[in-house]
């Protein structure tokens, strides 16, 4: 069974930093690109970062390019997304998700990221 | 930069009808890279359609998918219960991944 789980979102200050993690299970880890979406309270799902198979390119959407840097480690089947400098507007559920055929197919469960002072 | 716009933003409907939502692109886009999403409250997305319309696996067939360049249409043929949700469209792209605003399918 294909599995995403992502951990790690927290409460933090304006500024800080945090690590979230997204374990992956039951596929082919390094036949796959992984994306981070993020979802703000109420709010539409938003693009954050994605990364190739071998980890060779990453994207980041304009906004977090700088202060998020995406990573896996194909030997453990993981991703993290190292945010830094955080913002209040960075606050909602942060999504790992596996990309396929041009499409995310399988999704996690969703991390909580909680930015204010 | 990519825009997709998706309409209308609410659509209300009755079990049983039909329901066609729309996603436009600011620029002709790859079919290829065209996915459908539904999000029902608390829950993660799930993938309804991608190449613009092909079925996801498991996904019912009265979900269908069809377009092509700047235009895109998402038709549920006889609305149940368990359809009304958000639905978002997705494009990806060479170098970064879009999604539409949503379009919010409710019970009339």
């Known amino acids: 069974e294909v599995q995403l789980v992502e951990s790690g979102g927290d409460l933090v200050q304006p500024g800080g930093s945090l690590r979230l993690s997204c374990a992956a299970s039951?596929?082919?880890?390094?036949?796959?690109?992984i994306t981070w979406v993020r979802q703000a309270p109420g709010k539409g799902l938003e693009w954050v970062a994605n990364i190739k198979q071998s980890g060779s390119e990453k994207y980041y959407e304009d906004s977090v390019t700088g202060r998020f840097t995406v990573s896996r480690d194909n030997a453990k089947n993981s991703v993290s997304l190292q945010m830094n400098s955080l913002r209040v507007e960075d606050t909602g559920i942060y999504y790992c998700?596996?990309?396929?055929?041009?499409?995310?197919?399988?999704w996690g469960q969703g991390t909580l990221v909680t930015v204010s002072s | 930069e990519l825009v997709l716009t998706q309409s209308p933003g609410t659509l209300s409907l009755s079990p049983g009808e039909r329901a066609t939502l729309s996603c436009r692109a600011s620029?002709?886009?790859?079919?290829?890279?065209l996915a459908w999403y539904q999000q029902k409250p608390g829950q993660a997305p799930r993938l309804l359609i991608y190449?613009?319309?092909s079925r996801a696996t498991g996904i019912p067939d009265r979900f269908s998918g069809s377009g092509s360049g700047t235009d895109f249409t998402l038709t549920i043929s006889r609305l149940e219960p368990e359809d009304f949700a958000v639905y978002y469209c997705q494009h990806f792209g060479t170098s970064r991944e879009t999604f539409g605003q949503g379009t919010k399918l409710e019970i009339k």
């Open positions: 998700a596996r990309h396929v055929w041009g499409a995310l197919d399988y």
């Open positions: 039951g596929f082919t880890f390094t036949n796959y690109w």
């Open positions: 620029q002709s886009v790859s079919s290829s890279n």
């Open positions: 190449g613009a319309s």
